[in-house]
């Protein structure tokens, strides 16, 4: 079918946020609103009794949001409403609505006013993740209004799907679009790091933000949306529309075959065509995502991101909670092995009972292996239940944030210490394990010689290495660009570490977020990298890669 308008053609820029294609008709979100100023108060008992039935219809729904989100795309992209909940249940929050109540307030107008009170204090927090967490409070906040004032978020539609355009789409709004409805969508603002962004690419929705404001007398209007090339174009000329849909038939080829391709990969070797094999791992935020790792043919565990358990407890776990989650982490990998980075507490990772002391700049401050090492206790209860663990499997201990040698050597010692206690204690423990560090400091580059000699492998951290070689908060949305653009300092870095263990008979991965980058798979093949350790999503895609690199 073509374009029957006869307008004029408007073509759009944007960021685009899944490397998709779509056309369609745009529909604007209408978000009907109710006048919530004006609501006559029933009465303090019956005000309040409204706002707390309006708050358990919205912890409800942030539940649901939960289990749709777990379901549909894993616990990273879950946690958002997780975050949601705990508004909803903030000692804070709830006193600040019901003294608003109290003094005479609607329930609409109390919602409003303590949530733009905590929305302020928020965003004015120097910690740039905790200040990120206002837009969560706008997003529950809504989220509960529309329960007070039966407010609709509506598209006009004539039941065909359609491309949504909307200022801006919350997550908790992002997660419930219908993928049989919704083509994709387009907002006037949105960065690509966003929570919707995230979700939306997890999704596979393909999505423009950023655009700039558009004009509702192009609602209905027919429009190719290219979030590869970041364009919007409406009223599209007929050639165009040929062009596009070639494009189109061209994905669904590309896309059919190449998911046939990688099925067919799953459970071999990811080896260059020049015969290097190269180890895909991959990285883990949960024991949750063990399942999904094996589904997806990891070769073994590059990155267990160990802060999770210490995140889900309101008080230190204990070495026998610890040792329990990691041995049956390291059996249900069924000998493939498990790469566990010690704790890796501090900057964007605050968890409220270590009590870590208010900093100017916590991502260069007290954090990851300097609180193990000044914790002692701490940081060998740990150590003990990996070391317990490793005897149900294969496990390798990997240390975060190393900048000295003095460092590695005082975690050795400690380990040791463990091991020798353990001996006393009967306790069964591998004594071969291999113990490892991460290179996520300038400083580890330059020492990458002297610490070969005390470790058996290396890991590179390009999401840390690339904030401090860059002087760039990697939290800081506006600086994405800066990022991306600066890749090629990182690289020479991992060459030369690469050169250097390498010298010395080690290994060296890398599981940052730069090992999942395509683009980068060959440069890392030539350097000899022996391992790529990516997310669960990502696993499929780079053992294909590292199949056509030379
Ligand atoms: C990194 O810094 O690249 C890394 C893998 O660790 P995290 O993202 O957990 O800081
Ligand atoms: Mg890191």
């Not at 690419?201 to 027919?222: F, K, N, Q, W």
């Not at 290179?439 to 580059?445: D, K, L, N, S």
């Amino acid at each position: 079918m073509q374009s029957p308008e006869k307008h004029e053609a408007l073509r759009l820029r944007g960021i685009g946020i899944t490397a998709r294609r779509a056309e369609g008709r745009l529909r604007f979100l209408h978000r009907v609103k109710g006048s919530r100023r004006s609501k006559p108060t029933l009465g303090k008992e019956a005000e309040w009794a409204r706002l707390s039935a309006a708050l358990a219809a919205g912890r409800k729904k942030t539940a649901l949001l939960y289990d749709r989100a777990l379901q549909m795309l894993g616990e990273n992209e879950a946690r958002i409403f997780e975050i949601h909940a705990m508004f909803l249940e903030d000692e804070d929050f709830l006193d600040a609505l019901r003294s608003e109540i109290f003094r005479g307030m609607s329930s609409e107008e109390a919602l409003e006013r303590a949530s733009r009170e905590m929305e302020a204090m928020l965003s004015a927090l120097p910690d740039p993740y905790l200040s990120a967490r206002a837009a969560d409070i706008r997003d529950v906040s809504r989220t509960v209004m529309d329960f007070l004032t039966d407010d609709a978020e509506r598209a006009e539609t004539d039941g065909q799907p359609y491309l949504l355009v909307a200022d801006d789409l919350s997550p908790s709004e992002t997660i419930l679009l219908e993928k049989s409805q919704i083509l994709g969508f387009i907002t006037a603002r949105g960065t690509a790091n966003s929570h919707t962004a995230i979700l939306a690419r997890a999704m596979g929705i393909p999505a423009l933000v950023s655009v700039g404001t558009l004009d509702e007398s192009i609602d209905g209007a027919y429009a190719l949306l290219d979030a590869e090339e970041g364009t919007l174009s409406v009223f599209p000329t007929d050639g165009e529309i040929d062009a596009f849909r070639e494009k189109l038939k061209s994905d669904d080829r590309i896309a059919l075959a190449h998911d046939r391709y990688l099925r067919s990969l799953l459970n071999k070797p990811a080896v260059t065509k020049s015969g290097r094999r190269i180890l895909v791992y991959a990285n883990l935020g949960d024991s949750d995502e063990v399942a999904g790792a094996l589904a997806n043919g990891a070769d073994g565990i590059g990155l267990l991101r160990s802060e999770f358990l210490y995140l889900g407890c309101s008080d230190y776990p204990t070495e026998e909670q610890l040792f329990r989650a990691y041995a049956e982490i390291v059996e249900r990998m069924q000998g493939k092995r498990t790469v566990m980075r010690t704790l890796d507490v501090g900057a964007d990772k605050r968890i409220p009972y270590f009590g870590l002391p208010e900093e100017e700049n916590p991502a260069l401050g007290f954090r990851a292996i300097r609180v193990c090492l000044a914790r002692r206790e701490l940081f060998k209860t740990q150590l003990r239940a990996m070391l317990r663990a490793s005897s149900h499997g294969r496990l390798s201990i990997m240390l975060p944030m190393v900048v000295s040698v003095n460092e590695v050597r005082e975690s050795r010692r400690l380990l040791e210490e463990c091991m020798e206690e353990l001996q006393r204690e009967s306790q069964p423990f591998d004594s071969k394990l291999e113990f490892g560090i991460m290179i996520e400091t300038p400083a580890a580059v330059e020492m990458c010689e002297e610490l070969a000699e005390l470790v058996d492998f290396f890991s590179v951290g390009t999401n840390d290495l690339s904030q401090y070689t860059l002087a760039a908060d990697r939290q800081n949305p506006a600086l994405d660009a800066l990022f991306r653009e600066n890749t090629e300092p990182i690289l020479r870095m991992i060459r030369k570490a690469a050169a250097a263990i390498h010298s010395r008979g080690g290994w060296i991965g890398i599981c940052g977020e730069m090992a999942a980058d395509l683009h980068l798979t060959q440069y890392f093949a030539d350097i000899s990298v022996d391992e790529l350790s990516v997310s669960v999503p990502y696993l499929l895609g780079v053992r294909g890669k590292i199949c056509e690199c030379n």
